[in-house]
């Protein structure tokens, strides 16, 4: 998937822009609260204290994006903001790096961040929108990593920092998406009355046949009120779900606890026939497509 030709161009490089910016600025301020080693810091260790934080917001946004766009599209989606992450650097660092440097240098580079981010933090099972056990670990452990690099291993002040930044992302993470979703149903109230096919009970009261709908040009055209996400690594099935968070907030208590009861039994068959199918000898050349 292109970037420049995504029908989600606009939300990759706002999402590229935050990226990009909350981790220089999570660096600055980790720092901050290391003043002694931050003064024997090298550029190199520098960079590698940024591609921790990023390696943190990949996944961050993998788990929310998850709750937005059609599951089909995800994966690609996950591929087209590393690409955007990494064009937009691209273009912030060529001062820097001269017009010598080789641009393939940099592509490895972010490239690399999202695989060891899949192998460092996505065992913590958590929606970044909702509290847990889980997602406080994966921040603890955040933080801690980021201390270990700063030279502070142990540093409560370098590790609450680092977890302050990235937790913070969140908002603004779920904003961007909120507003890719908004602009998605404008359109689709937009399209003219001509476009949309008879529905199904007109049909059966006048006895015509129901067409086939129009395809319309766009991707997301439909609103994912709940996600339900399974995924292979080694030889666990990882099935988990998700609420729409605007559908979230319009659920009472009671209504909210029903549907978690029943989400959850469902992701329990979905993800034991997922793994049947995933196992099976007639699949042994499949091969899974996941993102952090």
């Excluded at 990009?20 to 720092?31: F, H, I, L, W």
């Excluded at 490239?111 to 065992?123: D, H, I, K, L, P």
């Excluded at 920092?161 to 908002?171: F, G, H, K």
């Excluded at 209504?255 to 009861?261: F, K, N």
């Amino acid at each position: 998937m292109a970037v420049s030709k995504s029908p989600y161009h606009h939300l990759l490089s706002d999402l590229a822009s935050l990226l990009t910016a909350v981790a220089g600025e999570s660096v600055t301020m980790v720092k901050r609260n290391a003043p002694e080693q931050s003064l024997t810091l090298k550029r190199s260790q520098e960079w590698t204290i940024y591609l921790e934080f990023l390696k943190g917001l990949f996944t961050l946004v993998d788990r929310l994006s998850a709750l937005y766009i059609p599951l089909r599209d995800q994966p690609l989606f996950m591929d087209s903001l590393e690409d955007a992450v990494t064009s937009h650097l691209r273009s912030v660092l060529a001062p820097a790096l001269g017009p010598g440097t080789d641009p393939m240098e940099v592509t490895m580079t972010i490239g690399t961040a999202v695989a060891e981010s899949r192998q460092e933090y996505e065992r913590f099972k958590f929606l970044p929108t909702e509290s847990g056990k889980e997602k406080d670990a994966f921040f603890q452990a955040l933080g801690e990593r980021v201390a270990q690099l700063v030279g502070a291993s142990g540093n409560g002040q370098v590790i609450s920092a680092a977890v302050l930044c990235v937790s913070a992302a969140i908002s603004a993470m779920q904003s961007a998406l909120d507003n890719f979703a908004r602009g998605q149903r404008t359109s689709e109230a937009s399209q003219p009355e001509a476009d949309a096919a008879p529905s199904a009970s007109t049909a059966v009261r006048t006895g015509a046949q129901v067409p086939e709908p129009r395809a319309r040009p766009s991707i997301g055209n439909e609103i994912k009120l709940v996600s339900v996400m399974a995924s292979v690594a080694g030889e666990e099935v990882e099935t988990r779900w998700g609420l729409h968070p605007r559908f979230r907030q319009d659920l009472s208590a009671q209504e909210r606890q029903e549907i978690t009861r029943l989400m959850n039994r469902v992701a329990q068959i979905l993800g034991e026939r997922y793994a049947a199918v995933a196992f099976s000898p007639e699949w042994a050349n499949w091969k899974p497509v996941g993102n952090v």
